[in-house]
């Protein structure tokens, strides 16, 4: 199994953003591999602070970094048995840009983001920049919202057949290697709907959808195969509708507490990262997200 050389986590120094630290570190522990916390302050509200204190402005953005760097100290506090150190960085620039110019820097393969938070990760998730962050992060980010009490005990895996759910399947073993598998894949009956309007009878229509969910089952069991997943192993779930709402549900059903999707997918995947679908699964899920990152294709 492939391990973590780095971890980094952005906290904006709340108490919920403490859930991402936790789990950084007891990841970053498991595989041995080092953490960093990073805390960026906003270049443009330094710029307004100049501009309101004048010649005063100065000292003060002096004061408000050292406080960030004394509030990012307390909060990482001293390592506790069998946890590394955790790394501390407070850097100042857009915070989107800048936290993909750290992970860059310290070549981080996951970095941890909390889900509830005050200042800019308050709309990290739940906003555009959560869109902008995801878009320009090449590498897996993990979206926190659960106290990390234990290490993740069952995950749920999004398929939808791409070589994103792929590595989506492949990066649930690294960061919950011992959770128990759930695989799901959610597929839809074309112009089913209209069925009924052309006179198609409810026989008909019923063995239509046997036969479509037959094929999507059939389709799972192959791709988990092709993973090297042995039957019995891991539990193949297929859904109809809409992607969000079957995720959601299965999540629930089976009491999954990561839910794992690809980033750059088709179907499924793509609607996750940036459609409404994202939203709604990050607004409605009570659990922590992990989005995967395929690997690059080869020049041509």
């Given amino acids: 199994m492939k391990t973590l050389g780095h971890v980094m986590t952005a906290t904006d120094l709340s108490g919920p953003s403490r859930f991402a630290l936790e789990r950084a570190m007891r990841i970053a522990a498991s595989h041995g591999a080092g ?11 330094l710029d307004e602070l100049r501009h309101l204190f004048g010649e005063g402005g100065g000292p003060v ?21 069998g946890v590394p150190g955790v790394g501390q960085r407070v850097a100042v620039g857009r915070v989107v840009d800048e936290l993909v110019a750290q992970a860059a820097s310290l070549g ?41 009490y234990d290490g993740y005990r069952r995950v ?34 074309p112009f089913e709907g209209k069925l009924h309007f052309a006179g198609v009878d409810d026989a008909a229509i019923h063995a239509y959808r046997r036969r479509a969910e037959r094929e999507a089952l059939d389709r799972l069991e192959a791709f988990a195969r092709e993973a090297g997943l042995e039957a019995g192993d891991t539990r193949l779930l297929v859904g109809r509708g809409d992607p969000s709402r079957v995720v959601i549900e299965r999540q629930q059903d089976e009491g999954c507490d990561l839910i794992v999707v690809g980033k750059r997918g088709k179907g499924l995947v793509e609607e996750l990262l940036l459609g409404s679908v994202t939203k709604h699964v990050l607004a409605e899920c009570t659990t922590d997200v992990l989005v995967a990152v395929p690997p690059a294709s080869p020049p041509a």
């Fill in 35 to 45: 953490c960093t916390a990073v805390h960026v302050v906003s270049a443009g509200a």
């Fill in 61 to 81: 953005q002096a004061l408000v970094l050292e406080q960030a760097r004394e509030r990012l100290a307390r909060m990482v506090g001293a390592p506790a048995a």
């Fill in 108 to 148: 981080a393969e996951l970095v941890v983001l909390g889900a509830r938070g005050e200042g800019f990760l308050r709309h990290l998730v739940l906003g555009t920049t959560a869109e902008r962050l995801l878009r320009k992060l090449e590498r897996p980010v993990l979206v926190v919202r659960q106290m990390p």
């Fill in 156 to 189: 749920l895996v999004a398929v939808d057949f791409s070589a994103a759910s792929a590595e989506a399947l492949r990066l649930a073993s690294v960061v919950a290697p011992s959770a128990e598998r759930v695989l799901v894949h959610a597929y839809d009956l």
